[in-house]
């Protein structure tokens, strides 16, 4: 090998700075994953070579980074979505599997042309009607036997992602967590009803479904393509007019649109009777 693609190939396989676990963010907290980085990691390991993972919320990438670790070799290819980029750390710019999409991961979902998904992570906002849409959106990307992962599936009692918010807050909002949303969307209301602090393991006909309550927790769902769960939810235009109405409360009209954010209801759910 030349001395030019020597550099190239070291270059391609640690990074800039020498390692894609490099970051520059000083003490900061880099994420709140916590022991769920590794289990994300031990999921890629059950995935063959040349699988798909998506990653929606990115941030500093932590957990991205859990998803491209052994990418190079085991020749996945790994997709961040975000609003914005600015924070991502970890030489992940430069990875040569990890592939930025800047928008909103509704609306990225709703024109995924990229194939089958095997790995899905949601940590957007944590919401129900945001993670309602998301799932709506990507789920039918996933293939047969793939993972839908969630993380902050177990929150505090009373406790919600929009707490900070001044004008929430003034109206008394409390917008149910991402748990529901996974409740509902998969038909396990009973299941998060009687959660207890041990989580809890479901397996039916299609589902495969582990729900690990520490760190915020995280339900991993691994989903066997012989349902649609779009059905489980009557009026898809409500969750979508929820979403909107959550999105509105943070972003103006301006900011919206810079970030591309499509608010339009779903319309042709395709949903089977
Ligand atoms: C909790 S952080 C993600 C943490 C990350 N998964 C980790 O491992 O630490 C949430 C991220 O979601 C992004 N986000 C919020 N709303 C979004 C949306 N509608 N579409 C895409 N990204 C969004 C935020 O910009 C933020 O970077």
Redesign the pocket.
């Known amino acids: 090998m030349s001395p030019d693609a020597q550099a190239v190939a070291t270059w391609g396989r640690y990074g800039p700075t020498g390692s894609w676990n490099h970051t520059t963010s000083g003490t900061c907290t880099?994420?709140?994953?916590g022991v769920h980085l590794l289990r994300l990691h031990a999921l890629t390991q059950r995935c063959g070579r040349g699988s798909t993972f998506v990653?929606?919320?990115?941030?500093?990438?932590?957990?991205?980074l859990a998803l491209a670790l052994d990418a190079i070799d085991r020749d996945h290819d790994v997709y961040g979505?975000?609003?914005?980029f600015a924070?991502l750390g970890f030489d992940l710019r430069a990875h040569p599997r990890y592939h930025r999409i800047r928008?909103?991961?509704?609306t990225v979902g709703s024109r995924w042309d990229r194939g089958g998904i095997d790995l899905l992570?949601l940590?957007?906002?944590?919401v129900e009607p945001?993670v309602l849409c998301e799932l709506h959106r990507w789920v039918p990307h996933v293939r047969p036997g793939g993972y839908v992962v969630v993380?902050d599936t177990a929150w505090p009692p009373g406790s919600h992602d929009l707490a900070w918010h001044a004008g929430a807050a003034a109206a008394g909002t409390v917008w149910p967590t991402p748990d529901r949303a996974v409740a509902r969307f998969f038909g396990l209301e009973e299941h998060f009803a009687h959660a207890t602090h041990t989580g809890f393991h479901h397996v039916d006909d299609d589902l495969e479904v582990t729900h690990h309550p520490d760190s915020w927790g995280m339900t991993v769902v691994r989903v066997g393509g012989t349902r649609d769960y779009r059905a489980n939810i009557a009026d898809w235009d409500a969750v979508f007019a929820q979403r909107a109405a959550v999105?509105h409360t943070l972003f103006d009209e301006a900011t919206l649109r810079w970030?591309g954010?499509d608010l339009a209801p779903p319309g042709d759910v395709g949903v089977p009777p």
């Open positions: 880099l994420s709140d994953l990653d929606l919320g990115v941030a500093h990438g932590v957990s991205s979505v975000d609003l914005r924070d928008g909103d991961s509704v992570v940590d957007t906002l944590h945001q993380h999105l970030y954010v």
